[in-house]
C-alpha cells in the first residue's frame, strides 16, 4: 500500500473525519473504490504548507495499492 495527502483550503461542512485519534495512534476510516482506491477527508492536519498561513485547511487522505511487478517475490510484511 502506498498513501500520501493533499491540502486544500475549504472545510468538512458534513459527514465524519477520516482520522479518529486516541493515545496519539491514528486509526482511518476510508472510503473504499472500486479501482482499490481509498481516501477521506480530515480536518487533523499535518506538515501543511506556511502558504495555508490562516486559512480553513483540509486535508485529503488517500491509499492504493501499487502491483508487486519484479520478478523476485514480494517481501513479507512484517507485523
Not at 472500486?34 to 506556511?50: N, Q, R, T, Y
Not at 485547511?57 to 495499492?65: A, G, N, P, S, Y
Request: proline share 6%; net charge negative.
Amino acid at each position: 500500500m502506498i498513501g500520501g495527502w493533499f491540502h486544500f483550503v475549504g472545510s468538512i461542512v458534513a459527514g465524519e473525519d477520516v482520522v479518529t485519534w486516541v493515545e496519539n495512534s491514528g486509526t482511518y476510516q476510508f472510503e473504499k473504490l472500486p479501482s482499490g482506491c481509498e481516501f477521506g477527508f480530515s480536518a487533523k492536519l499535518a506538515l501543511v504548507p506556511k502558504e495555508f498561513a490562516g486559512r480553513s485547511v483540509v486535508q485529503l487522505e488517500f491509499m492504493t495499492r501499487v502491483p508487486w511487478v519484479l520478478a523476485e517475490a514480494e517481501p513479507e510484511n512484517p507485523a
